[in-house]
């Protein structure tokens, strides 16, 4: 159970290398969290990221899980459920994709957009069903503020966000009264392996601020999560800027 | 019987879940409730006034009992009272006091069930003197997770387990409880200030025997030499020759008055520390430096939030922690270490009160051992209070004390069974009473109970 702050007890991480996702569950493990466990893809990383959680003390275990495969995600996760409740899901799993080689490559930016969003899609309805039969619970969704408005350096990653956004914030609302809360983040330019040798964009943050974040929209039971805070204001004034204009911006 | 799946939360208004809020209008309603629960179980509820989560089951059934609110007989002589355990101390003194009789234990607010008051095991500003509630009960009926009615009379294990039991062992239905004779409705109340902790420590150590009850309201904001300054309110039913004329004709008049009601929206952030700070300043220099003897009444002396409804929405949106924990005789440094660093964390608490238990209660959840408990109120929203609270419960813990589940929200489960040495035994009991697990509560889930 969640306590008084909206601390969990237990995590189910959706994405278990993501950087973002292990910051947070290493900052939760130090307050509540007990019992994590990590989906992903079977590989070496997720096996030293959980026995990194479990060097915290936390206990930690793993389920191989794949976005790109949503027949498996009702098995996968169904099984995660019945080993008993899941406070918090953290919705974490996501690709960049390379946009240029990707206008070239069709089926690459199909992956992105399958990863990011389809591969949400259904884990998040696997997911909030489950929360749903128990009552209480928080479903945090990694948004990107790439999907606020669309870029031209990157549009593919960006529209998949953008779909990721609104159908996170639907199921919030479709999730009402519940006792199931749904968080939509949405960080701006994250100094992580992902954004590894790219320029970085005005108000870069870490993953460690993503998840000081997130942990005080838990309190809040914040709907929406804006990482840096100041990114609200800035993106609501690119929102409204003219094609035209917003073209021209060296953004 | 009227079901609702809605949102639920304690008094404290944190860590909402839902559930579906069952009502049963009659025993066989109650018992149909129980059989019927699904896996995610059942727990019963009062008038909802525990702080935390412990009447709460996400994704389960909360029997809310108080429809079965029916006073069955009183004996008037000897002093007992036969009712359901829905009805509230309220009623009870509405009923009682014109007869003569008063309840044996009240908390802070009448608005508690007597099957509330059992599941907590409460206290009152009479622990000293009476011990907790469960210690004037002499017996109640207690629906079981097999669908069976036991009478439980006291000095039984499961008399024990269900005492301070939060609910965990089955459903109370009626109960059985002694009453406290009384003259007269009102109460003869002394007022003293204390400069600061080891003052008001001193004073209540060594004036308390002459009160039924006693009780420091304690400015925690306050700082440096005043840290620990409080105003102490002591009293007892004042006597029938103690009335002016004119109260003698109606002396068992039972007077309460009411506010309205809190509005559902206040500004987040009301309760700062400015606000409190000026608050509390004032709240102390209004008290006299002692006064004795004045008649207040029953509402005024014992329940004075009771008067303002909803008075909890005044915390805002995010809710409030209350933190009550108590440390035995002889601990009294880490009394006065918790003391400090909550005035030097500046928590924006003005409902802190300080009090000196008496014995123990044989209750082997209850809260209550021998020394002082100290109880605050703090906004949900101030931020590091989780990680602040955890520092104070390790100093508690240490000191060999223990927080009070009714209230709690946020305990570190690890820490329970060191603060409870009778959780084994409460385990066990609950095991073979209950070994499907029917009765559940988000509080039983935290804290795996």
Redesign the interface.
Known sequence: MKDAFGLPQSLLVLGGTSEIALATARRLVTRRTRTVWLAGRPSPALDAAAEQLRGLGAEVRTVAFDALDPESHEAALGKVFTEGDIDLVLLAFGVLGDQAHDEREPLNAVRVAQTNYTGAVSAGLVSARALQAQGHGSLVVLSSVAGERARRANFIYGSSKAGLDTFAQGLGDALHGTGVHVMVVRPGFVRSRMTAGMEEAPLATTPEAVATAIELGLRRRSETVWVPGALRVVMSALRHLPRGVFRRLPV | MSADTV?VTGW?R??????RVIRPRTFQEAADAVRDCGV?GGIPRGLGRAY??AAQ????DVLDMTALDRVHAIDVDGGTVLCDAGVSLHRLMEVLLPLGWFVPVTPGTRYVTVGGAIGADIHGKNHHVSGSFARHVLSFELLTADGRVRTVDRGTPLFDATAGGMGLTGVILTATVRLQPVETSLMSVDTERADDLDDLMARLTATDHRYRYSVAWIDLLARGAATGRAVLTRGDHAPLDALPDRARREPLAFRTSRLPAAPDLVPEGLLSRTTVGLFNELWYRRAPRLRRGELQRISAFFHPLDGVPHWNRIYGR??F?QYQFVVGHGQEDALRRVVGRISAQRCPSFLAVLKRFGEADPGWLSFPVPGWTLALDVP??LPG???FLDGLDEEVAKAGGRVYLAKD??L??ELLAAMYPRLDDFRALRAELDPRGVFTS?LS??LTL
Do not use: Y
């Open positions: 949102p404290g944190t860590a909402p879940t839902v559930a995610r935390g989560d089951n996400a994704g389960g995010a809710g922690v949900a929203g209070l989780g990680t929200s946020r570190r489960p988000d889930r935290r």
